[in-house]
């Protein structure tokens, strides 16, 4: 059994004295790992860093083994290694990947929104930390708890649009909300492409999309959400 393909590197962790076992988002294959020969070598340092673009080529006897890894390096995202901000945001992509998706499981919709985004990250071009945001809609998208954001789910009015249903993730406006606006989510305006994009605004919008993450893992039976995402969210308060 082999394939090749490219994707990103996600994690890279020491197996036996000199070899490495690496997960790669791959634009085919979902999020796969596999056994890189002399993986903790300085040679392959630089390469096996999570955010690295890749080559790869996967070898198995099976289809259900692990299997080996070769792998070519693509594209370094090594600007976020100067910017503690965008390495933040960099490791909690790549730990959100790991923790959302299951193994193997082609998801080619999300694979062509986190490229992008690892892009900027990895460069750390100022705003980013927006597409960061849209991205965990993206995110909730492809979980099957995509936000409706467009329209009141009350009234159908676009108008004034203010409060999320914690239940529905559909938007509600303000005057339909009325007294049950205590029990709704805040819904920033930067998710609607309105106002500046405060940090403030880009925190509440990731308390709103960690609400859902969180519903999803308890659904699922999985553990808290990734401590990486916990950590560019609390950078971000810091922003402020």
Request: hydrophobic share 45%; glycine share 10%; proline share 5%.
């Amino acid at each position: 059994m082999d394939w090749q393909d490219s994707g990103t590197i996600l994690s890279t962790r020491p197996h036996g004295e000199t070899s490495a076992i690496v997960e790669v988002f791959t634009a085919a294959h979902g999020r796969h790992a596999g056994l890189v020969r002399g993986g903790v070598s300085r040679k392959l340092a630089a390469t096996l860093q999570p955010g690295s673009h890749v080559a790869v080529s996967w070898r198995a006897r099976l289809e259900d083994h692990m299997g080996t890894f070769t792998i070519e390096p693509l594209r370094s995202r090594a600007g976020a290694l100067s910017d503690r901000l965008a390495l933040a945001g960099l490791n909690a992509t790549c730990a959100m990947l790991r923790f959302a998706l299951p193994e193997r499981d082609p998801h080619p919709r999300l694979y062509a929104a986190s490229e992008p985004l690892f892009d900027v990250i990895g460069a750390a071009i100022e705003g980013w930390p927006v597409d960061y945001l849209r991205w965990e809609l993206a995110l909730l998208d492809e979980l099957g708890l995509g936000l409706d954001l467009s329209r009141c789910a009350l009234s159908g009015s676009r108008e004034d649009l203010a409060f999320v249903s914690p239940r529905t993730g559909r938007a509600v406006s303000r005057k339909a909300a009325g007294d049950w606006a205590p029990r709704l989510l805040a819904l920033p305006e930067v998710l609607l492409g309105q106002g500046p994009a405060t940090w403030g605004e880009i925190g509440a919008g990731l308390r709103l999309t960690g609400h859902f993450l969180n519903h999803f893992a308890e659904e699922h039976h999985r553990r808290a959400l990734p401590e990486a995402r916990n950590r560019l969210i609390a950078m971000i308060a810091r922003q402020g």
